[in-house]
C-alpha cells in the first residue's frame, strides 16, 4: 500500500517548520514500513509505503496528520506571540 499526503500552506516557513516537526517520525518506522517528509516550496509531501497490514497503514496516516496539527497549532501560537 502507498500514499502520498500533500499538505499547502501560505509561507515556505510555515512549510518548512512543518516538514521539520514530522520528519523525525521518519527514522522510527519500523521494518516493512517507510515515511519520507519532504518541503516543496510551500508545500509538505509525505509519502507512505506499507508492507504490513492495512490496520498499520490506518494508523500511521493517522499519527501523521494528528502530528501535523500539533505542529501547526504550535506554529500558530509561536506566530501570535510574535
Avoid: Q
Avoid at 3 to 31: G, M, Q
Avoid at 41 to 66: N, P, Q, Y
Amino acid at each position: 500500500m502507498e500514499a502520498e499526503v500533500t499538505l499547502k500552506y501560505d509561507e515556505v516557513k510555515s512549510a518548512e517548520a512543518i516538514a521539520k516537526a514530522v520528519s523525525p517520525d521518519n527514522v522510527k518506522a519500523p521494518p516493512g514500513l517507510s515515511i519520507k517528509t519532504i518541503r516543496k516550496g510551500e508545500k509538505v509531501l509525505t509519502c507512505i509505503k506499507c508492507r504490513m497490514k492495512l490496520s498499520t497503514f490506518i494508523a500511521t496516516i493517522d499519527d501523521l496528520l494528528f502530528c501535523v496539527s500539533i505542529a501547526e497549532k504550535t506554529l500558530l501560537t509561536a506566530k501570535k506571540l510574535k
